[in-house]
């Protein structure tokens, strides 16, 4: 399984960025997709997850301002970020899990700043 990242990049605080990524491989029907993101000297942290069946989890730092959603008959999953702070910069990781094996794809980053 491949996982390939897009949409990183700078905006300003209150903007918007759209963050995408393509799964490749094999690829089964019930799995699960999420964005993490990893702050300079912090861990690694959730941002959203969305399962096969389309339930959503997002952390409660982003909820009312990100969206995250697929499309699975072409295994992409999107995070719409929306009112965007500069706490929200960080290097963002695709993910997919499925039969126990965490897939990770490289990181995308997304700095906001003025």
């Known amino acids: 399984v491949q996982l390939q990242a897009s949409g990183g990049g700078l905006v300003q605080p209150g903007g918007s960025l759209r963050l995408s990524c393509a799964a490749s491989?094999?690829?089964?029907?019930?799995?699960?997709m999420a964005w993490y993101r990893q702050a300079p000297g912090k861990q690694r942290e959730l941002v959203a997850a969305i399962t096969s069946v389309g339930s959503t989890n997002h952390a409660d730092s982003v909820k009312g301002r990100f969206t995250i959603s697929r499309d699975k008959a072409k295994n992409t999953v999107d995070l719409q970020m929306n009112s965007l702070k500069p706490e929200d910069t960080a290097v963002y990781y695709c993910?997919?899990?499925?039969?126990?094996?965490?897939?990770w794809g490289k990181g995308t980053q997304v700095t906001v700043s003025s």
């Open positions: 993910n997919l899990g499925q039969v126990g094996v965490l897939y």
């Open positions: 491989g094999s690829i089964f029907s019930i799995n699960v």
